[in-house]
């Protein structure tokens, strides 16, 4: 069975950094593209950005809006999934969802609130 | 960016009867290799979503097959024939043919 778990979110001033977690298990994780996405509280879905496995030499994408000022990271040796964000802005708050195998699977999310 | 327009964002329903939800793209989904990448999403309250469709028409495992998806170019349309209590949430389409990827607003099914 597939399982997402992110960790990390936490309450951030703005023009903070945080970096977010995601563990894997369940599948090999080596294998598959990942991506994040974020939903602000009461709205709806944003997707964030992609980190492609290596034989894509983990190549990234992201939108617009945190392009820039967050970097997706993987480590294939831990199952783990990064997602390092700077210069954080109000409108970051949200819940990060981590997902793999073609947004099939996802994790339970972390909320970030960005506030002072 | 792509934008998908959804409509209605409210759907009230009654129980037992149809479900249409549309996702207009701004331009159209089809790639270069010929599919057009376009899913449709559920995320029912207090979860995280649920890809329903992939590729505008083709079921997830274990998605029950009164959702169906349709469409072409720059208009999709996502259908449940008999509404049932547990598909109460919203629902979201996604386009995966341009960089960056984005999302309709998500339209709110709820039981009339």
């Known amino acids: 069975e597939v399982q997402l778990v992110e960790s990390g979110g936490d309450l951030v001033q703005p023009g903070g950094s945080l970096r977010l977690s995601c563990a894997a298990s369940?599948?090999?994780?080596?294998?598959?593209?990942m991506d994040w996405v974020r939903q602000a509280p009461g709205k709806g879905l944003e997707w964030v950005g992609r980190?492609?496995?290596?034989?894509?030499?983990?190549?990234?994408e992201y939108a617009v809006s945190v392009k820039g000022r967050f970097t997706i990271s993987r480590d294939d040796s831990k199952n783990s999934l990064y997602l390092h964000m700077n210069s954080l802005k109000s409108e970051d708050t949200a819940v990060y969802f981590c997902?793999?195998?073609?947004?099939?699977?996802w994790g339970q999310g972390t909320l970030v609130t960005v506030s002072s | 960016d792509v934008v998908l327009t959804q409509s209605p964002l409210s759907l009230p329903v009654t129980l037992g009867q149809p479900a249409s939800i549309s996702c207009r793209s701004s331009?159209?989904?089809?790639?270069?290799?010929?599919?057009?990448?376009l899913k449709w999403f559920q995320q029912r309250p207090g979860h995280s979503p649920r890809r329903l469709i992939q590729?505008?028409?083709n079921r997830d495992s274990g998605v029950p097959d009164r959702f169906s998806g349709s469409g072409s170019g720059t208009d999709f349309t996502l259908k449940i024939s008999r509404v049932e209590a547990e598909d109460v949430g919203v629902y979201y389409c996604?386009?995966?043919?341009?960089?960056?990827?984005?999302f309709g607003q998500g339209t709110k099914l709820e039981i009339k």
């Open positions: 997902s793999t195998r073609w947004l099939g699977d």
């Open positions: 369940g599948f090999t994780f080596s294998d598959y593209n």
């Open positions: 980190i492609r496995n290596k034989a894509n030499t983990y190549t990234t």
């Open positions: 331009q159209s989904l089809v790639y270069s290799d010929g599919n057009t990448y």
């Open positions: 590729r505008v028409s």
């Open positions: 996604l386009q995966e043919t341009y960089w960056p990827y984005t």
